[in-house]
């Protein structure tokens, strides 16, 4: 069984930036990929970014792309999505997600019913 905690949403106003951490618990941290989804009020749920067992590899969604960056500390079961230059549509609760495969998660494909999501964490961008 693998357990996600989200942490670090908050309130900040556009332009500024957050950091997101994810720790997982469970099976090994570094069988999986890992990545980030999020949900707007009303909307459904979109991908963020992805980044493989490793960390060499990342995945963005266009709508993010040189704004977002996300890490992982297979040390530390630890994914990061460091969030700049925020706006008010980034505004939605952030998921962590991890799956086992990578080509599934970075196009955005893993099931919300699959095993390995977390509660998530809002964000709120005032503009």
């Known amino acids: 069984q693998v357990q996600l905690v989200e942490s670090g949403g908050g309130l900040v106003q556009a332009g500024g930036s957050l950091r997101l951490s994810c720790v997982r618990s469970?099976?090994?941290?570094?069988?999986?990929?890992m990545g980030w989804f999020r949900q707007a009020p009303g909307k459904e749920r979109e991908f963020v970014g992805a980044?493989?067992?490793?960390?060499?590899?990342?995945y963005y969604a266009d709508s993010v792309k040189g704004r977002f960056t996300i890490s992982r500390d297979n040390a530390k079961n630890t994914v990061y999505l460091q969030m700049n230059s925020l706006k008010a549509e980034d505004t939605a609760v952030y998921y962590c997600?991890?799956?086992?495969?990578?080509?599934?998660?970075?196009?955005?494909?893993?099931?919300?019913?699959?095993?390995?999501w977390g509660q998530g964490t809002q964000v709120i961008v005032s503009s």
């Open positions: 997600v991890a799956d086992t495969n990578l080509w599934r998660l970075s196009n955005g494909l893993t099931s919300s019913h699959s095993c390995c």
């Open positions: 469970g099976r090994t941290f570094s069988d999986y990929g």
């Open positions: 980044i493989s067992v490793s960390g060499t590899n990342t």
